[in-house]
């Protein structure tokens, strides 16, 4: 009896329809969806010229039956569901029964194909859609399925592609993401003969993720706790950036929602909303995030590629994502590592499996535009901006008439857009060799005593730290048991400060000092307006101001800690905040501002003496504050060179 079926047509009609073929790739992210959902273990793709020529998927899924083989090229024709109700509760990738028809339309395909349970195969052969023959073939069970000259009878498509590079970059991005969504089945990639994913199964997502990416990148990864909320509907897991690792834009960012990939705003804005304040708003993490849930909660049936979701609880969704991150975050308060030369290690191999990063971003990138005809310039793409965030809070009313906000690119991230801090932006550390399988040779086997060589790489050991000395009057250097510190004195105290204007804020119990003379300031029309609008604010942080006559405050009290000479500086940066973009922000987010603006200006500046007082009672200040490794503003507050580095560098190891 066979499996596959026709919907009916009260079925078929309520699919979201369209075509799934744009481009090789495309016909790849289908033909290994549905060896997923055949359940197999181990996907091979090959392909030839950039997959135009020739795509291959085979599997060891649960193959086919020779009359389903037939029915599977019929439109609709499926065997994951059968009735409308089932629409709402998805479980497997596809659904639709559209691929192989849709595909076999446009190419010369060739099924074959075993069910375990059928002596022989099964070999249909198909071009632009027509039957051509059907046989028998002795194979092991599963499925394998031929597509090649893609568009051969659509010439218009045919043109649109681009150059073999790019549409093997997008293959190679797919089997990528669908193989660290699976790490317990066994992927490879090969194209024209050279392999370029060889991934065997292993136990964790960790393994993955190394024999994929190396150890570098896994070494810049936190790793999820996985977590469940709303009574295990919800689970999350993955892997997350640490704060320094600063990308330009998202496309770092992948998100499987059931093990499919995805792109969501809501999801995008969580990750934001996680990373602000650790990160500077203009830069993206790095996430691999995994979100499992009921399929009762999650629409899939939005989009004809199948990219997009909806969820029914979306505020939950968004608060419990980004809430999870957060905490890892906070949690793993991990130190920077600093750069280092980058020395070659004898003895040390790349791993088997490596495609270089770059090519992901750009495959990625590619991802996003995927769907849109190849030579649309980008100046008129629709660029993947966030969506106001669902509204966890109350938006500060600030306004009384909330003028529509001008369609365009909307902020990069939810974190507010706090002043940049008059201080050397730092480097971005280039990734160094391949630390973690290092190996010691036996003749250099001399570690110095009392070296811990995997040191925690946590800035836990910042309370720990012995200080040393200052140097350019700037940074405080400092020993600790896993490596020497250079903490950056201005950002350092910009944390502590940042932390405590928080708070006082958020529980509006600000210490003031009160100012002998009041500080009279002349405010322009709009910053007068500005100022109605966030007194009740200014007062929370310390500040007690009146109106002093036309267009003028008076200033009688600051908030502790902020010198003086600086409180002026201070009311026209927080009131330019205001200005800028008060009206998105939520009460938490202009605080956030708020805060980091006064902590920025109340910080110890950089060429500033430290005594020894001073300066450890900054580093013990700091190994106390909830989030110690960077500024407001996304900066590192400290680089480590680890036990191991030191050594490394004294060719020691
Ligand atoms: P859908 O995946 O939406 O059902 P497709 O056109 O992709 O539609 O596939 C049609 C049907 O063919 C599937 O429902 C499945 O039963 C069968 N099929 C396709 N590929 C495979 C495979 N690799 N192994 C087993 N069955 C397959
Ligand atoms: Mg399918």
Not at 112 to 137: D, F, I, N, W
Request: proline share 10%.
């Amino acid at each position: 009896m066979g499996r596959i079926h026709v919907l009916p047509d009260q079925v078929a009609n309520k699919i979201a329809a369209g075509e799934v073929v744009e481009r090789p790739a495309s016909v790849v992210k289908e033909l290994l969806e549905n060896s997923l959902d055949a359940g197999a273990g181990d996907i091979r793709v090959e392909a030839e010229g950039g997959g135009r020529r020739l795509i291959r998927v085979t599997d060891d899924g649960c193959g086919m039956l020779r009359d389903d083989a037939l029915l599977a090229l019929e439109r609709h024709a499926t065997s994951k569901i059968s009735r409308v109700e089932e629409l709402e509760c998805i479980a497997t990738l596809g659904f639709r029964g559209e691929a192989l028809p849709s595909i076999a339309s446009v190419s010369r395909m060739v099924i074959e194909t075993r069910a375990a349970e059928e002596p022989v195969g099964a070999r249909v052969e198909v071009a632009g859609g027509r039957l051509l023959s059907v046989s028998e073939c002795v194979r092991p069970p599963g499925t394998s399925i031929t597509v090649r000259d893609l568009f051969f009878n659509v010439p218009a498509r045919r043109k649109f592609l681009r150059t073999e590079q790019t549409e093997l970059a997008h293959i190679a991005s797919l089997v990528t993401h669908y193989s660290l969504a699976h790490p317990a089945k066994s992927f490879e990639l090969v194209h024209e003969g050279r392999t370029l994913l060889s991934a065997a199964p292993v136990a964790t997502a960790a393994e993955r993720v190394f024999q994929v990416f190396g150890a570098e990148t896994l070494e810049e990864l936190v790793e999820l706790e996985p977590r469940t909320a709303a009574e295990g509907r919800f689970t999350l897991s993955g892997f997350i950036s640490r704060p320094q690792v600063q990308k330009t834009n998202r496309n770092s960012i992948f998100l499987f929602v059931n093990r499919r990939l995805i792109r969501d705003r809501l999801l995008l804005h969580a990750i934001s909303a996680a990373y602000a304040n650790l990160m500077p708003p203009s830069a993206f993490p790095f996430a691999l995030l995994f979100l499992d849930c009921d399929p009762g909660e999650v629409d899939v049936n939005v989009h004809p590629s199948k990219t997009e979701v909806r969820f029914r609880a979306a505020s939950f969704v968004h608060d419990f994502v980004r809430d999870a991150l957060r905490e890892t975050l906070v949690a793993s308060r991990p130190a920077p590592a600093a750069p280092l030369p980058s020395l070659p290690v004898p003895g040390v191999s790349q791993p088997a499996a490596r495609l270089p990063y770059s090519e992901f971003t750009q495959a990625l990138e590619d991802f996003r535009l995927a769907g849109i005809p190849p030579d649309t310039p980008r100046s008129v793409l629709p660029e993947l901006t966030l969506a106001p965030p669902p509204e966890p809070q109350p938006r500060l009313d600030l306004q009384p008439a909330d003028p529509p906000t001008p369609p365009g690119p909307a902020p990069a991230a939810a974190a507010p857009p706090t002043p940049a801090c008059p201080a050397a932006e730092p480097a971005a550390a280039p990734p160094g060799p391949e630390a973690s399988r290092l190996r010691l040779p036996d003749t250099h086997a001399s570690i110095p005593e009392g070296l811990a060589l995997d040191p925690p790489s946590s800035m836990a050991a910042l309370e720990q730290v012995r200080i040393l000395g200052q140097l350019h009057d700037s940074f405080i250097i400092a020993a600790g048991p896993d490596g020497l510190w250079i903490i950056d004195q201005h950002v350092a105290h910009e944390r502590i400060l940042f932390e405590k204007f928080l708070d006082r804020l958020s529980r509006g119990r600000a210490e003031q000092q009160r100012l002998l003379l009041p500080l009279i300031l002349t405010l322009t029309p709009a910053q007068e307006a500005d100022y109605q609008r966030i007194a009740g604010e200014l007062s929370r942080a310390g500040f007690e101001t009146e109106p002093f006559g036309h267009r003028t405050i008076a200033v009688k009290a600051a908030p502790a800690d902020l010198p003086p000479q600086n409180i002026e500086q201070a009311v026209f940066e927080i009131l330019e905040i205001a200005d800028a973009e008060l009206r998105r922000f939520t009460v938490e987010e202009f605080r956030a501002a708020l805060a980091a603006s006064l902590a920025c200006r109340a910080a110890i500046k950089i060429n500033t003496r430290l005594e020894p007082e001073k300066m450890e009672w900054l580093v013990r200040e700091l190994a106390r504050t909830r989030y110690p490794m960077s500024c407001p503003h996304g900066r590192p507050v400290a680089l480590r060179y680890s036990n191991r580095d030191i050594l490394r560098s004294f060719h020691r190891i």
